[in-house]
């Protein structure tokens, strides 16, 4: 290694955003390729996942983010950041969740 | 038996824990004085007679306390931590109620029924919070505004009989008192400040519990009735038989009990002296080897070697002051020794728990559980203190564990602390299958140390019965 960090394949990489514009506890929404997607960050860790809420298709950029989950504000459906999972009703299903890394200051998120 | 309980001049309920200092005597003799809440007694003599124990199994009897005692009493629902922002919301359910309580504007906080005035579905999942800008159903979209106000009826022309005037959020009353929400189903219910009575107002608004933080919180499902289980916290007396290991170093039998009014009740259970049933048994020095806290991880590896003259409790107040300010980055300076070490319970009627106290910072909440009334929903808060240079921590997450789980398998859930939880639960088991059981229709109490359970049940039985209680 040399000491130099590795960089995978960047390809599968799209630069999201600096990380400057994704505070603590902040979040921002974009797309990728035609997918939206949602950067979180929470406890100190940066997530990137699904910005469709799994329940009645709405957006979730505008849902509290707490404890690395976020919470839909349409109907209160709330998934973990980490893994996707639905934590409670009125969603069942997962949403998405995506590869994130942090290159020169830039979010890259892998969809 | 001792010659002072065979005195016949001594009446019921006057008799105390013979030849040992009171819990009083034993705070006098500490080196950073205690404050008046701490300084008072207000024991009451409330009879000798059984509690009858249908009250525990009978579905009847469960179904009476939902119609009368659940609808006219404050209940916590939330922190105000839990909805810091306009917008947020937390849900709080007793029963097959459910409530919304959310933060309106900075300070306006409402609470709702969660149910969708259309066809009824709960607007919010039960045991969910979050942050929105409007409660809108998922069934056909009708929506309220943060004020209740109805905002959209989806296909208004269908409906020429809904006037929006008419179709406002069915709200509690809701009031605010060091952190906590309360509520209450009943519109006529006295405030919750003449409910708790001018005593308790006092000590609450002393202990600065607003600027507290939830660190910890645990729910648990607990296979007895909700009052056989809050009862199992009200008293010391269980102590030298259910939790020996911590015997050693608390004065159990001499605790002190408290009542105050119809809905207030509490103990202070000195820490860091000898259990009165091991008199003889142990030094000082053994008194200190066996200290525990609430989280024991606080106290590190401390010095335990006593100094000549040096009393066990003295040393721990002092271990505990520094050791408390260093891992919680508060100035507990100017706080008493007996604030720092002992136990503080106080039941606010009718299913929370407050402990004030720094070691054993505690709040507890019981509820029915909705669909069999021999179960109960218990939770476990740790408060503590924020942080005196940084931003106040979010609350946090609950942990659920089932009947069959150990409190030590919950995150955050000091092992030592989680394995008492555990000892009492173990109780309540057969507790309450042995009450079902029983040859025996009513449970026979101790006049001093079990003061809490009749006070408690002498209030259920005013509100099912329907009788006047105080602050009314």
Known sequence: MNGEEMIPVTAAFTRFCEV????????????????????????DRYFAVSNICSHQVKPLINGRVRNCAITCPVHGAKFNLETGEALNLPATKPIDTYELRIVDDWIEVKV | MSEQVLDQQIAHGEARCPDEPTTQDIIASDKVGAPDWVRS??????????????????????????????KRTWQFACREEHIPEPGDYYVYDLGRYSFIITRVSENDIRAYYNACLHRGTKLRASGTEGCTQEFKCSFHG?????????????????FPHVQADKFSLPQTRVETLAGF?????DQNAPSLEDYLGPEFMAHINSWGLENRYIQCHVS???????????????????????????????GDANSQYDVYGDH????????????PHLKGQYS???????????????LGDIDRTLAEGESARQRMADTMRAMFEQATNTDLSRVSDSELLDCFSYTLFPNTFVFPGISLPMVYR????????????????FLRPVPKDGERPDPAEPVYLDEVQSFTEAEGMDPGFGAILDQDTENLILQQQGIEASAKPGLTLGNYQEIRVRHFEMTVDKYVSGQSVSGQ
């Open chain 2, 181 to 185: 929400v309360f509520i209450n189903m």
């Open chain 1, 20 to 43: 400057s514009q994704v505070p603590p506890n902040g979040k921002k929404a974009a797309k990728i390729n035609g997918v939206w997607v949602l950067v979180c960050h929470s406890k």
């Open chain 2, 142 to 158: 009708w929506s309220w505004n943060l004020d209740g106000s109805l905002k959209q009826s989806t296909c208004e022309w269908d």
């Open chain 2, 366 to 381: 019981f509820r029915p559980d909705p669909k069999d009334h021999r179960m109960t929903i218990y939770e476990v808060f």
């Open chain 2, 264 to 275: 207030v009740n509490r103990f202070i259970s000195p820490l860091g002296v000898l259990s």
């Open chain 2, 41 to 70: 007694e207000s024991y009451e003599y409330l009879g000798s007679e059984d509690i009858s124990t249908e009250r525990y199994y009978d579905p009847e009897y469960a179904k009476k306390e939902y119609d009368t005692l659940w």
């Open chain 2, 220 to 250: 648990k499902l607990i296979p007895a009735n909700w009052k056989l289980t809050m009862e199992a916290f009200m008293e010391a007396y269980h102590v030298i038989d259910t939790h020996p290991q911590v015997a050693v170093s608390n």
């Open chain 2, 284 to 298: 000082e020095q053994d008194i200190l080897d066996q200290f525990t806290v609430g989280d024991a991880s606080v």
